[in-house]
């Protein structure tokens, strides 16, 4: 079974964005924000961007 990391770093890889709800109903993830920070610190550049809907702001992920 491939790591939370390598499942996370796949799904970017496939021009995805990534999302705290989409890591965890997907990948089971609930810390999707030091999984992004291992990810970084291995070299990979992904970009945070802030995303709102209503009152509720998010942090999206993006491999570029």
Do not use: W
């Not at 964005?17 to 810390?31: K, N, Q, V």
């Not at 702001?57 to 491999?63: D, M, P, Q």
């Amino acid at each position: 079974m491939k790591s939370q990391n390598e499942r996370i770093l796949a799904h970017m890889t496939r021009g995805q964005p990534i999302t705290p709800m989409t890591a965890l109903s997907r990948y089971g993830c609930l810390r999707l924000a030091a999984r992004i920070a291992e990810l970084k610190r291995k070299g990979h550049d992904i970009r945070t961007h802030m995303v709102r809907r209503g009152s509720k702001v998010f942090a999206a992920y993006r491999l570029v």
